[in-house]
């Protein structure tokens, strides 16, 4: 047992590292070659911000505009996400230099911001917005340097920690007062790829990097030709923005180009290490051995204690009328009695196998790189089309176990199964569209992508489940061991400790155990706009969820036929999705702790979207563990001996 506690961490290690996603492109995606002088489009993403959840389209302030303003066609996934890329007026060229020039000025005179401008500008920066641009599909970061202090040999030194943010600010907030970011000093590198001797040389954009800067408009010296001169060392001041009044300012940019070793297929490791995870792997790796042998410890304990229940009921003497006093034997005519509402078990049972057949592919495929981030909104956009397509799957499932209930409503039940879940989450998220609409964010869903969903939820997933549940509505009912007795049983007084919602604390707390560290993660690539890249440790993190949850499943479910209690069925689907109640919990110290969230809206949106995280959530593992749950139930019945 000791050496198999010190070989599995390293195994889990080298399993994890194996699994990471790096910077995997997919088939078919190749890289642009540059050469001396050629255009470097620079386009703008989106405005976002932590503390409103809100993003927005970079024209919604007034920056200097093109002549022609063109968006990109965006994928459903980038439309969900709020993502509007749009060309900007920053002339880049490649391995060209650029000092300073000002944008959007004419004969060298500044820009003049009104009031309302002044006023929404102002309010972006004290609600700490970040402004995202993209170079060749590379976002723009910002490069932080931290000083960690160590002691060798009893002196201090300081060592540089470079860490880089996604976007750059658009300004600060100093003792009452308002600064913008008007002038960006980008710095690109490029990696020369190697050519023959008479061909020209061919450069590849491998980081995009921006040194954000307030600079005064007196500080500012400019011609007519555009260009600009800026100050040195700390001879200037910020500029204000007084949202009280007009503000005049120069939109400036300068470009510096750097040759780098990294290759074009390395080049998102710089924005894959924003956050410093390395030092929670070895948390994550105890999380999963832990549960691996608490799993298996209540495994080795209830089938060391089946088997004896087994022996003991097998017997053929006279110790058998004793026994059967007691024990889980004496609900057999009982325990395959069809719940209440079969048709919305059954139905929520197919949303489940529905949800488990996405998440499993996606993960996977994502584990595999095809889903890097990269491809802006491919994860999105794929988890969508996989749900709608993974209809039939849970069709099927929901109308073999509708049968097997003794339901004879088929088409009731497939329309049931196509539209409960579904309707619940279109419900709330057609609400909580209807508030971002109010505030004009880019995070609203266009009404065309609306109809579009609408006619995917109709066109494909409701035909898919209606055939899914067709067939399995016809097949076999599945076979269970015993009869069922026409006079229900008496359920005898069960103890405090046999309480729905005491279960659900014991269930779910194993579960919750090994994915909650991955749930950090999870949550600040989601509200804190960071690049998620795991895929490796969520795929092992989601088998030891599956696992951990068919364990607690047929632990409880156990317990309760122990206890005489024979109405297993929604019990044991509510207490399997018990880890759901934790992760509400852990979403409410979230907001409390990690996020600043102040106003309503934004506050709305964030449990909003949280309850449809942790609704999906125990659809999931409600389904997961129901299932395990049934298996064990048809196994130890047909084991035993019942006349």
């Known amino acids: 047992m000791a050496a198999a506690m010190v070989w599995w961490p390293r195994f889990l290690l080298l399993l994890c590292l194996t699994c990471k996603t790096s910077t995997?492109?997919?088939?078919?995606?190749?890289?642009?070659?540059?050469?001396?002088?050629?255009p470097v489009e620079i386009k703008a993403v989106?405005?976002?911000?932590?503390?409103?959840?809100?993003?927005?389209?970079?024209?919604?302030?007034?920056?200097?505009?093109?002549?022609?303003?063109?968006?990109?066609?965006?994928?459903?996934?980038?439309?969900?996400?709020?993502?509007?890329?749009v060309n900007t007026f920053f002339q880049v060229l490649m391995n060209s230099e650029k000092k300073c020039e000002v944008l959007c000025s004419q004969s060298s005179k500044p820009v003049t911001l009104t009031v309302e401008q002044s006023r929404l500008v102002a309010e972006r920066i004290t609600e700490d917005y970040y402004v995202h641009l993209i170079a060749d599909n590379l976002p723009v970061a910002t490069r932080l340097e931290l000083y960690s202090n160590n002691r060798d040999n009893d002196d201090k030194k300081k060592e540089k920690d470079v860490q880089f943010e996604h976007g750059y600010r658009l300004g600060f907030t100093d003792v009452n007062k308002i600064y913008l970011h008007n002038h960006l000093s980008f710095i690109l590198y490029y990696h020369r790829e190697d050519m023959e001797e008479d061909q020209e040389h061919t450069y590849r954009v491998v980081r995009f990097e921006v040194i954000p800067q307030s600079i005064r408009l007196e500080?500012?010296?400019?011609?007519?030709?555009?260009?600009?001169?800026?100050?040195e060392g700390t001879n200037s001041s910020p500029q204000e923005i007084d949202p009280t009044k007009e503000n005049q300012l120069y939109f400036t940019y300068s470009v510096h180009w750097e040759e780098s070793?990294?290759?074009?297929?390395?080049?998102?490791?710089?924005?894959?290490?924003?956050?410093?995870?390395?030092?929670?792997?070895?948390?994550?790796?105890?999380?999963?051995?832990?549960?691996?042998?608490?799993?298996?410890?209540?495994?080795m304990i209830i089938i060391r204690t089946l088997r004896k229940d087994i022996a003991n009921y097998n017997k053929e003497d006279d110790i058998e009328d004793t026994l059967e006093e007691s024990g889980w034997k004496l609900v057999h005519g009982d325990v395959f009695r069809p719940?209440?509402?079969?048709?919305?078990?059954?139905?929520?049972?197919?949303?489940?196998?529905?949800?488990?057949?996405?998440?499993?592919?996606?993960?996977?495929?994502?584990?595999?790189?095809?889903?890097?981030p990269s491809s802006r909104g491919a994860l999105m956009t794929t988890a969508c089309f996989l749900f709608m397509f993974m209809g039939v799957f849970g069709g099927f499932s929901a109308g073999r176990l509708y049968r097997t209930l003794k339901g004879?409503?088929?088409?009731?039940?497939?329309?049931?199964?196509?539209?409960?879940?579904?309707?619940v989450v279109f419900g709330i998220c057609f609400v909580l569209n209807c508030f971002i609409w109010g505030k004009h964010s880019s995070g609203a869903v266009p009404f065309p992508t609306m109809v579009a969903l609408l006619c995917m939820w109709f066109g494909i997933s409701l035909p898919l489940v209606y055939l899914g549940y067709y067939f399995g509505f016809r097949k076999q009912p599945y076979d269970n061991p015993v009869r069922t007795n026409q006079i229900p049983r008496q359920i005898p007084e069960q103890r405090w400790y046999m309480?729905?919602?005491?279960?659900?604390?014991?269930?779910?707390?194993?579960?919750?155990?090994?994915?909650?560290?991955?749930?950090?993660?999870i949550f600040s690539a989601i509200w804190e706009n960071q690049f998620y890249y795991l895929f490796g440790f969520l795929f092992l993190v989601f088998i030891i969820l599956v696992v951990s949850c068919s364990q607690i499943s047929i632990v409880m479910v156990y317990f309760q036929l122990c206890a005489e209690d024979y109405r297993w069925w929604w019990r044991?689907?509510?207490?399997?999705?018990?880890?759901?109640?934790?992760?509400?919990?852990?979403a409410i110290f979230y907001f409390v702790n990690k996020l600043d969230i102040v106003e309503f809206i934004p506050s709305l949106l964030y449990f909003g979207y949280t309850a449809l995280m942790v609704l999906s959530f125990w659809l999931l593992t409600g389904t997961i563990g129901f299932y395990a749950a049934y298996m064990f139930v048809r196994k130890i019945y047909a084991a035993v001996k019942i006349d």
Not at 499 to 521: Q, T
Not at 572 to 586: K, M, R, W
């Open 408 to 423: 004879h409503r088929w088409k009731k039940g497939a329309f049931c199964t196509a539209t409960l879940y579904p309707g």
């Open 219 to 231: 500080d500012l010296k400019t011609d007519e030709k555009n260009s600009c001169i800026l100050p």
């Open 261 to 299: 070793d990294i290759k074009w297929a390395s080049r998102w490791d710089t924005y894959l290490t924003m956050s410093d995870v390395q030092i929670h792997w070895f948390s994550i790796i105890n999380s999963v051995v832990v549960v691996f042998f608490l799993s298996g410890i209540l495994s």
């Open 339 to 372: 719940p209440q509402h079969p048709m919305i078990l059954s139905s929520l049972l197919g949303s489940g196998i529905q949800l488990f057949c996405m998440i499993l592919i996606v993960i996977f495929v994502a584990m595999l790189g095809m889903l890097s």
């Open 499 to 521: 309480n729905r919602f005491v279960g659900i604390l014991m269930a779910g707390i194993l579960p919750f155990g090994a994915m909650f560290i991955e749930l950090f993660f």
């Open 24 to 38: 995997f492109y997919v088939p078919g995606v190749a890289p642009i070659n540059f050469h001396q002088n050629d």
């Open 46 to 85: 989106k405005l976002t911000s932590s503390r409103t959840q809100l993003p927005y389209e970079y024209y919604s302030l007034p920056f200097c505009q093109p002549s022609k303003i063109t968006y990109k066609a965006e994928n459903l996934g980038e439309v969900l996400r709020g993502d509007r890329i």
């Open 572 to 586: 044991n689907f509510l207490v399997s999705g018990g880890s759901a109640f934790y992760v509400l919990v852990y």
